[in-house]
Nanobody, 122 residues
Framework: QVQLVESGGGLVQAGGSLRLSCAASGTIFSINTMAWYRQAPGKERELVAA???????NYGDSVKGRFTISRDSAKNTVYLQMNSLKPEDTAVYYC????????????????WGQGTQVTVSS
């Protein structure tokens, strides 16, 4: 029903910046939460940043003060502005969305994007 398409990943030097985008398409009545997760080789997936329907944000400890999540609800799109990038930020970044797609008990559904690679060189 819903597809998440990520873009903006790439290679950047330490200290540089990237902005990731995630556009959701399909039948979406409203957005409950959108978020970014990441997974580095050999590591567990971790929360990077999340933004709720009310605009509240949450960040993983390792990115606080450096990353900013934002959204354009009209476009069902979430962004992740990544500044002061470090080599340890290298990972596949996944977009996540929790959407209201209907009414009743099954009205809320969770979706994942395909992931986009971010590589930070030293």
């Amino acid at each position: 029903q819903v597809q998440l398409v990520e873009s903006g990943g790439g290679l950047v030097q330490a200290g540089g910046s990237l902005r990731l985008s995630c556009a959701a398409s399909g039948t979406i009545f409203s957005i409950n939460t959108m978020a970014w997760y990441r997974q580095a080789p050999g590591k567990e997936r971790e929360l990077v940043a999340a933004i709720t329907s009310g605009g509240s944000t949450n960040y993983g400890d390792s990115v606080k003060g450096r990353f900013t999540i934002s959204r354009d609800s009209a476009k069902n799109t979430v962004y992740l502005q990544m500044n002061s990038l470090k080599p340890e930020d290298t990972a596949v970044y996944y977009c996540y969305g929790d959407f209201k797609v209907g009414y009743g008990r099954q009205g809320n559904m969770r979706y994942w994007g395909q992931g986009t690679q971010v590589t930070v060189s030293s």
